[in-house]
């Protein structure tokens, strides 16, 4: 399975960007994705996740009512929405299919397959 990820760029404060996952494989549609950011020197950290179905989903705190995940199984993509975008928002995005089939998990070790990352700068 390979991952791309797209989108990023920059925005002003208040603005909006949606990032794109795109893969290869087949079983990409069969298990959950995430999204994870990634501030300069810290460890990546969980943003939001989809079931296989896209049925479920599960969102850090943080970004709870400004960002939308979905997915588009007949196209193989997974998208982040993301409005309402803060300074605080600015990071390295990266997409993640989950190595188990049922679980939106919150913790990037439960992700097996990553995309390359794609920045996403917020002006104020």
């Known amino acids: 399975v390979q991952l791309q990820a797209s989108g990023g760029g920059l925005v002003q404060a208040g603005g909006s960007l949606r990032l794109s996952c795109a893969a290869s494989g087949r079983t990409f549609s069969s298990y959950p994705v995430g999204w994870f950011h990634q501030f300069p020197g810290k460890e990546r950290e969980f943003v939001a996740a989809i079931s296989w179905s896209g049925g479920l989903t599960n969102y850090a705190d943080s970004v709870k009512g400004r960002f939308t995940i979905s997915r588009d199984i007949a196209k193989n993509t997974v998208y982040l929405q993301m409005n309402s975008l803060k300074p605080e928002d600015t990071a390295v995005y990266y997409c993640?299919?989950?190595?188990?089939?049922?679980?939106?998990?919150?913790?990037?070790?439960?992700?097996?397959?990553w995309g390359q990352g794609t920045l996403v700068t917020v002006s104020s």
């Open positions: 993640a299919r989950a190595s188990g089939r049922f679980s939106t998990s919150r913790s990037a070790v439960d992700y097996n397959y």
